[in-house]
């Protein structure tokens, strides 16, 4: 048996430290690392089967290439060649807007991101789809409006707050969005002199612990949003002194919600006034951090929810202040500030839908693909996703990606995805690779930790940087690199190579634009690896700017603190500080001109003007579909698709239609028995289960099911039932928590089909 090894976990974004033991290329003994510095020993059921990812027979292990509906194995020379081959000839022919990149390492491998969004830029397209613009570019845009930048994030500051305010989000179960989250919402729920307030339409595990949960109607977040600004404002709870101070445009929005009718919001939300009131009143007048998450991302009006957030935060001063949320820190941000109003700023051609934060929304995808527009998309680089289960409308997509002339996937499983691809290109594992994952979920401290490769790898997978690498040679943007620099990097002399690559970069500054394939080919070569040559490249721009950051962390700043870093980390596998944050200046943060939160939007103001009491009750009144469903909930039988072998489930029925027992009775149907679920996209079969986490008139699937292994189908996909154009107005996000849908009984003739 070997050794415990340090690493962490790459099934959610939480990322917890984790210690294993291996044996070749398996993964046989898994434990929390106490030792790491930021989750200290926390771990959830996901992390514990990490074993079950690492080594199962759906593993790839050589290059693949269709012939006809078979697979065939190919060299690595070969599948290079000819994919860049037919690449040039696509891009020749049909120019860069042919070509999209669906990427950004997954949960816990983002160094990928470098290389692919590199090749892609460099090849001249911005049509980078991902995971992110899934969920959160609705809020990427409200950050870029109100803080100046989309890239600006905040998170709650738990270790100064008196109360904690939850929406939407199942931190309990989900154990993510907030570090070592289990034990924090415990910590609020108990201590006498603290309060955790939970507003959610079910009665989820979070909400059960919560000393106050108001449960609102499903797909009235936004309405209940605006009539709790409007008790604060009626009520003069407001503060004056930080909105004077710190936020502009009040007194453009305060109309909106001083005459606002929140009694009669409220009776459409289905939740008491005074209840309401008494949490209104809570949350202005003690510090209160706030944690959100899909159940308002994905809800029916996605974009303006984050806006009424913002609003909220803003009035009572919780941006930015002690106990409130807080602008955290982070080794590098998880993407660029691309405002739509810059001319530069690509839009998708069918549709319209301008890049968030660098990103394009997968639920456009399939209609960019099927466009009769000479600029549609005709070739794809697909990595680490699995866009044919993870996202919305799978008939959509599969029907799109039929007509794709090229479509590449790298992983390291033969996904439902692959199975549709050209060529299907191995990549090495989480555990089997230098990677790192750059979520922050921390304040003041910022924590950064590389992952090192721990177990054997079977067959010829590589990296996907070096695979990037490859591509890159192959179809010629890479630049002559000297010969002297490509000896310091083999060498791993990094001090004499730092100063021979910023001489080479001062003399042409379009170079820096490929530095993730130029320390790949010259760094890389020393250190053995793309990746790890690449954070050593980010760990070297560092201290330019968070220079503060590092002083308050304990380190001294020169030439070359960011090598010393490097070193660092490779000498604490747990993981390091790499910053810390001043607490007492947070707004500092701010990117707007004039250092404000500005309040109000343009784009927004008719659409918060909709959102009235009997427009409210008429939207989620449908005869067709009298239900609705909840697409997608965590629960600790589920990791989105990167757990494919049902074994990690040990054989539980996970996937089952979640409802209440008065809905189930009603139908005459018995807990245990299949319906069937039917939406405007498609109908499922489902075996039926009673909690009383279902609200009446809810409906909840599990996502991350239907996978096919080893020619059997475990469980129901959930995005049959989801179609990719249900999705909010201004980031295309999927409404995935308001789909409404019917549940029927099944009838003797389906029972004996």
């Given at each position: 048996?070997?050794?415990?090894?340090?690493?962490?976990?790459?099934?959610?974004?939480?990322?917890?430290?984790?210690?294993?033991?291996?044996?070749?290329?398996?993964?046989?003994?898994?434990?929390?690392?106490?030792?790491?510095?930021?989750?200290?020993?926390?771990?959830?059921?996901?992390?514990?089967?990490?074993?079950?990812?690492?080594?199962?027979?759906?593993?790839?292990?050589?290059?693949?290439?269709?012939?006809?509906?078979?697979?065939?194995?190919?060299?690595?020379?070969?599948?290079?060649?000819?994919?860049?081959?037919?690449?040039?000839?696509?891009?020749?022919?049909?120019?860069?807007?042919?070509?999209?990149?669906?990427?950004?390492?997954?949960?816990?491998?983002?160094?990928?991101?470098?290389?692919?969004?590199?090749?892609?830029?460099?090849?001249?397209?911005?049509?980078?789809?991902?995971?992110?613009?899934?969920?959160?570019?609705?809020?990427?845009?409200?950050?870029?409006?109100?803080?100046?930048?989309?890239?600006?994030?905040?998170?709650?500051?738990?270790?100064?707050?008196?109360?904690?305010?939850?929406?939407?989000?199942?931190?309990?179960?989900?154990?993510?969005?907030?570090?070592?989250?289990?034990?924090?919402?415990?910590?609020?729920?108990?201590?006498?002199?603290?309060?955790l307030i939970v507003i959610d339409p079910l009665l989820s595990e979070t909400a059960k612990k919560a000393n106050t949960h108001v449960q609102i109607?499903?797909?009235?977040?936004?309405?209940?949003?605006?009539?709790?600004?409007?008790?604060?404002?009626?009520?003069?709870?407001?503060?004056?002194?930080?909105?004077?101070?710190?936020?502009?445009?009040?007194?453009?929005?305060?109309?909106?919600?001083?005459?606002?009718?929140?009694?009669?919001?409220?009776?459409?939300?289905?939740?008491?006034?005074?209840?309401?009131?008494?949490?209104?009143?809570?949350?202005?007048?003690?510090?209160?951090?706030?944690?959100?998450?899909?159940?308002?991302?994905?809800?029916?009006?996605?974009?303006?929810?984050?806006?009424?957030?913002?609003?909220?935060?803003?009035?009572?001063?919780?941006?930015?202040?002690?106990?409130?949320?807080?602008?955290?820190?982070?080794?590098?941000?998880?993407?660029?500030?691309?405002?739509?109003?810059?001319?530069?700023?690509?839009?998708?051609?069918?549709?319209?839908?301008?890049?968030?934060?660098?990103?394009?929304?997968?639920?456009?995808?399939?209609?960019?693909?099927?466009?009769?527009?000479?600029?549609?998309?005709?070739?794809?680089?697909?990595?680490?996703?699995?866009?044919?289960?993870?996202?919305?409308?799978?008939?959509?997509?599969?029907?799109?990606?039929?007509?794709?002339?090229?479509?590449?996937?790298?992983?390291?499983?033969?996904?439902?995805?692959?199975?549709?691809?050209?060529?299907?290109?191995?990549?090495?594992?989480?555990?089997?690779?230098?990677?790192?994952?750059?979520?922050?979920?921390?304040?003041?401290?910022?924590?950064?930790?590389?992952?090192?490769?721990?177990?054997?790898?079977?067959?010829?997978?590589?990296?996907?940087?070096?695979?990037?690498?490859?591509?890159?040679?192959?179809?010629?943007?890479?630049?002559?690199?000297?010969?002297?620099?490509?000896?310091?990097?083999?060498?791993?002399?990094?001090?004499?190579?730092?100063?021979?690559?910023?001489?080479?970069?001062?003399?042409?500054?379009?170079?820096?634009?490929?530095?993730?394939?130029v320390l790949a080919k010259t760094l890389g070569k020393g250190l053995h690896s793309a990746h790890l040559a690449s954070v050593w490249g980010l760990?070297?721009?560092?201290?330019?700017?968070?220079?503060?950051?590092?002083?308050?962390?304990?380190?001294?700043?020169?030439?070359?603190?960011?090598?010393?870093?490097?070193?660092?980390?490779?000498?604490?596998?747990?993981?390091?500080?790499?910053?810390?944050?001043?607490?007492?200046?947070?707004?500092?943060?701010?990117?707007?001109?004039?250092?404000?939160?500005?309040?109000?939007?343009?784009?927004?103001?008719?659409?918060?003007?909709?959102?009235?009491?009997?427009?409210?009750?008429?939207?989620?009144?449908?005869?067709?579909?009298?239900?609705?469903?909840?697409?997608?909930?965590?629960?600790?039988?589920?990791?989105?698709?990167?757990?494919?072998?049902?074994?990690?489930?040990?054989?539980?029925?996970?996937?089952?239609?979640?409802?209440?027992?008065?809905?189930?009775?009603?139908?005459?149907?018995?807990?245990?028995?299949?319906?069937?679920?039917?939406?405007?996209?498609?109908?499922?079969?489902?075996?039926?289960?009673?909690?009383?986490?279902?609200?009446?008139?809810?409906?909840?699937?599990?996502?991350?099911?239907?996978?096919?292994?080893?020619?059997?189908?475990?469980?129901?996909?959930?995005?049959?039932?989801?179609?990719?154009?249900?999705?909010?107005?201004?980031?295309?996000?999927?409404?995935?928590?308001?789909?409404?849908?019917?549940?029927?009984?099944?009838?003797?003739?389906?029972?004996?089909?």
């Amino acid at each position: 048996m070997s050794e415990w090894k340090k690493t962490f976990c790459a099934l959610c974004y939480h990322n917890c430290g984790l210690e294993i033991q291996t044996e070749g290329h398996r993964i046989v003994k898994v434990r929390p690392d106490k030792d790491h510095p930021r989750t200290k020993g926390y771990i959830c059921r996901k992390g514990m089967k990490i074993a079950h990812y690492q080594d199962h027979r759906e593993r790839l292990t050589h290059p693949l290439k269709k012939e006809g509906t078979e697979f065939v194995k190919i060299s690595w020379d070969q599948a290079v060649s000819e994919i860049s081959k037919k690449l040039k000839q696509i891009l020749d022919e049909h120019g860069p807007r042919a070509l999209a990149y669906m990427g950004g390492g997954g949960q816990g491998c983002h160094v990928e991101t470098g290389f692919g969004r590199t090749l892609l830029t460099a090849l001249g397209s911005q049509y980078h789809y991902s995971a992110l613009a899934q969920e959160l570019t609705g809020l990427y845009w409200i950050n870029g409006r109100a803080y100046g930048r989309q890239n600006l994030h905040l998170v709650p500051d738990l270790d100064r707050a008196k109360n904690f305010l939850v929406m939407g989000w199942n931190g309990y179960v989900s154990n993510s969005g907030v570090n070592r989250a289990g034990k924090r919402i415990a910590e609020f729920a108990k201590d006498p002199d603290k309060q955790l307030i939970v507003i959610d339409p079910l009665l989820s595990e979070t909400a059960k612990k919560a000393n106050t949960h108001v449960q609102i109607r499903i797909g009235t977040a936004a309405l209940f949003l605006k009539a709790l600004i409007a008790v604060i404002l009626q009520e003069g709870w407001e503060n004056r002194e930080y909105i004077n101070d710190h936020c502009q445009g009040f007194d453009m929005i305060a109309p909106w919600f001083m005459d606002f009718d929140v009694r009669s919001a409220l009776k459409v939300c289905g939740v008491d006034y005074d209840e309401v009131k008494k949490v209104a009143l809570l949350y202005a007048a003690s510090p209160t951090a706030m944690r959100t998450d899909l159940g308002l991302l994905m809800d029916r009006q996605s974009t303006m929810n984050s806006y009424l957030e913002m609003v909220l935060m803003a009035v009572c001063g919780r941006i930015g202040t002690p106990g409130g949320n807080v602008f955290n820190g982070h080794l590098i941000p998880m993407g660029p500030h691309s405002d739509e109003r810059d001319p530069k700023t690509w839009r998708t051609e069918e549709t319209g839908i301008p890049a968030i934060m660098g990103y394009f929304p997968p639920n456009v995808l399939p209609e960019e693909i099927l466009s009769p527009k000479e600029n549609r998309l005709r070739a794809m680089i697909i990595s680490g996703s699995n866009p044919l289960r993870s996202y919305a409308d799978t008939s959509a997509y599969e029907k799109a990606f039929k007509e794709l002339d090229l479509l590449v996937t790298i992983e390291i499983v033969m996904s439902e995805t692959a199975r549709l691809s050209h060529y299907v290109l191995p990549a090495r594992s989480a555990f089997e690779k230098w990677d790192a994952t750059f979520f922050s979920l921390t304040f003041p401290e910022t924590y950064f930790q590389l992952r090192q490769p721990h177990c054997d790898i079977q067959g010829e997978p590589l990296e996907e940087g070096e695979i990037y690498t490859r591509l890159a040679e192959a179809l010629g943007p890479l630049p002559r690199i000297p010969q002297s620099m490509l000896q310091a990097g083999l060498k791993g002399d990094r001090t004499v190579f730092a100063s021979e690559l910023m001489e080479w970069i001062k003399q042409d500054k379009k170079r820096a634009g490929l530095l993730p394939f130029v320390l790949a080919k010259t760094l890389g070569k020393g250190l053995h690896s793309a990746h790890l040559a690449s954070v050593w490249g980010l760990l070297a721009m560092y201290p330019q700017h968070s220079g503060d950051d590092l002083v308050r962390a304990g380190y001294e700043v020169t030439p070359f603190l960011g090598d010393s870093l490097f070193q660092r980390l490779l000498d604490h596998p747990q993981g390091i500080l790499i910053g810390r944050l001043n607490p007492d200046n947070n707004l500092e943060k701010l990117r707007t001109r004039d250092k404000k939160i500005h309040l109000y939007i343009e784009e927004m103001a008719d659409w918060v003007r909709e959102i009235e009491p009997e427009a409210e009750k008429a939207a989620i009144n449908r005869a067709d579909f009298p239900l609705v469903l909840v697409a997608g909930r965590h629960f600790p039988y589920t990791a989105n698709s990167i757990m494919r072998d049902p074994a990690w489930n040990e054989h539980k029925t996970a996937c089952t239609a979640i409802m209440n027992e008065k809905d189930v009775n009603a139908l005459g149907i018995e807990e245990g028995e299949d319906a069937w679920v039917t939406t405007e996209a498609s109908r499922v079969r489902i075996p039926v289960e009673i909690s009383d986490i279902a609200a009446p008139g809810t409906v909840t699937i599990p996502h991350g099911f239907g996978l096919d292994y080893g020619g059997e189908t475990y469980g129901v996909n959930v995005n049959r039932l989801t179609k990719n154009t249900h999705r909010d107005r201004v980031a295309a996000t999927p409404l995935h928590r308001y789909v409404p849908c019917l549940v029927d009984a099944i009838k003797e003739q389906d029972a004996e089909a």
